[in-house]
Nanobody, 126 residues
Framework: QVQLVESGGRLVQAGDSLRLSCAAS????????MGWFRQAPGKEREFVAT????????IYADSVKGRFTISRDNAKNTVYLQMNSLKPEDTAVYYC???????????????????WGQGTQVTVSS
């Protein structure tokens, strides 16, 4: 079991940048692919980005490609989501998730992630 705690969400203006962090418990974090998802009011949860266990492979949703960057620091048991050029449509609760099957590349399907954080609110005003 991995416990995940997101932080960094806040109210920003369109065009601003923001970095979300997700701190994970446990000594085996470095073996797990990690993902970021988001859910806007009245909408289903959607994939944002994922990073492989090694950090060597990433996948992004088309809606954030070129603006968001996922990264990880295995020494700190933390995964990050750097968000640039934010838009009002990026407003959502952002969740990080862990695929605790070891040494995987990462997937866009939320069904593949067993552990989830509580979420952090990002609000982008126009």
């Amino acid at each position: 079991q991995v416990q995940l705690v997101e932080s960094g969400g806040r109210l920003v203006q369109a065009g601003d940048s923001l970095r979300l962090s997700c701190a994970a418990s446990g000594r085996t974090f470095s073996r797990f692919a990690m993902g970021w998802f988001r859910q806007a009011p009245g909408k289903e949860r959607e994939f944002v980005a994922t990073i492989s266990w090694s950090g060597g492979s990433t996948i992004y949703a088309d809606s954030v490609k070129g603006r968001f960057t996922i990264s990880r620091d295995n020494a700190k048991n933390t995964v990050y989501l750097q968000m640039n050029s934010l838009k009002p449509e990026d407003t959502a609760v952002y969740y990080c998730a862990a695929d605790t099957r070891p040494f995987r590349r990462g997937t866009i399907s939320d069904d593949e992630y067993e552990n989830w954080g509580q979420g952090t609110q990002v609000t982008v005003s126009s």
